[in-house]
């Protein structure tokens, strides 16, 4: 198997050190099923045309460009010659301005991941020197990168032998809670539900493991409609969901406790994934 290629190389620097990195893509995308537009009674691919929304005219890729809505329907042209004036300049360097403890990073702003490893056996020693001083202080880096002509703010972390590095949303992209909650009450939840909630949270708990997060069940669905089709066989639609019978909450968590303890008869603690399959093929049967 080839080696992994660095998606960008680099430094790291902090205060006077530096030491030479390589970054790797820390995701990466499944394939989906994509689509195009035809036409329905020939089968053939239709193809799109740009037209002047005033005059209707067709307009040629020569005479396409880029325009900043200043004002309603008003345009100001922005060529790319002075887009790339403008465009961040990339040191190629992670500067790292600050520290802060880790459980004060605010996920919401957490944005892309990448692999930080060192690059070369000269940085090898800096390199895991900055690691475990950041694993022992317990705190992350935050500083700033450019990748793709854009600067971007990061967050860097200890992770396994190398590090990982997390893009950052900018503050402006972030939406603050207040216009979503300020319908909630402020009233206190009915103790005994709660109590009933814990004990379902509780028979449910496990550790984190990756390996059990579904993939894309729509895709998936996708696929199968598509192979169906291609061997000319009849789609098998799946049926809608029926909305389960309508109780009182209380009701709903005594029946979800009761159903939780017949399916979970080994406990996650000690039945690890055997407990998880378990709820999962419950499910499935309560759901067909």
Known sequence: MAPARPYWKGYLRLSLVTCPIALYTGTSSTERVSFRQVNKKTGNRLRQQ??????????SNEEKGRGYEYTRNAYILVDDDELDAVAVESTHTIEIDSFV?????????????????PEGKIGDETFKVLREAMDRSGRAGIGRVVLTSRDHPLVLRPHGKGMVMITLRPAGEVRTDTEYFKDISESKPDEEMVDLALRIIERMSGPFDPKELAGDRYQEALRQLVEQKVKGETPVLPKPAEPGKVINLLDALRQSLEAESAETRTPIAAGGRRGTTMRREAKRRRAS
């Open 50 to 59: 740009l037209v002047d929304e005033v005059t209707r005219e067709p307009v």
């Open 101 to 117: 403890p880790r459980e004060q990073i605010d996920e919401r702003y957490l944005d892309t991941p990448y692999y930080v490893a």
